[in-house]
């Protein structure tokens, strides 16, 4: 069966960098866009970023472009999330999810049929 597992979330100060892992199993992970998502108390989760399968092409929310790298090992069967320039309003559970080609946004979470559990991110002020 799929399995999407993230690490690397924490309490990191502003301004500081995180970087986020997921690693996946049970898929032919190159032909799965991988996203990240995320889902602060009392609000919806939203799209922060996602990569092709080759790893040529990414896309990001406003919020982080410029801050937040998402990048992919196939060999690895890995995606990673490289978090920089934190601001308190980046805290939140952080996503990864898995999207095959079949269709729809990579920017709605309607489009990913796996998710992994989730990493806690805080960022203090």
């Known amino acids: 069966q799929v399995q999407l597992v993230e690490s690397g979330g924490g309490l990191v100060q502003a301004g500081g960098s995180v970087r986020l892992s997921c690693a996946a199993s049970?898929?032919?992970?190159?032909?799965?866009?991988m996203g990240w998502f995320r889902q602060a108390p009392g609000r919806e989760r939203e799209f922060v970023a996602a990569i092709s399968g080759s790893g040529l092409n990414t896309d990001y929310a406003d919020s982080v472009k410029g801050r937040f790298a998402i990048s992919r090992d196939n060999a690895k069967t890995a995606v990673y999330l490289q978090m920089n320039i934190l601001k308190p309003e980046d805290t939140a559970v952080y996503y990864c999810a898995a999207k095959d080609k079949s269709g729809g946004s990579a920017r709605t979470t309607e489009s990913y049929g796996y998710w992994g559990q989730g990493t806690q991110v805080t960022v203090s002020s």
């Open positions: 049970g898929l032919t992970f190159s032909s799965y866009i």
